[in-house]
């Protein structure tokens, strides 16, 4: 039983650590498509933008995973 308890752990970390990645990139892309837009690059700036759509969706999954592994570990 603590062995599986253990896993747990490690993916409710792991799942975390993405998912804050995810959201701090998210945040850094606002300054590098501003970046972008100042120096007129808008194939640049679309990719950007891509970049951080990605990295927001990462997060919102990462929550979902979140929210079922904690719902399936209270009913456990």
């Avoid at 603590?2 to 975390?16: C, Q």
């Avoid at 990139?25 to 990719?47: C, I, M, N, T, W």
């Amino acid at each position: 039983m603590s062995s599986n308890h253990d896993i747990t752990e490690n993916i409710v970390f792991d799942l975390v650590s993405i998912q804050y990645h995810a959201l701090q990139g998210s945040h850094l892309y606002r300054q590098f498509l501003d970046d972008a837009r100042q120096a007129e690059h808008p194939d640049v700036e679309a990719f950007i933008k891509e970049c951080q759509e990605s990295d927001e969706r990462r997060a919102i999954r990462c929550h979902e995973l979140l929210k079922d592994l904690t719902a399936e570990t209270l009913t456990s």
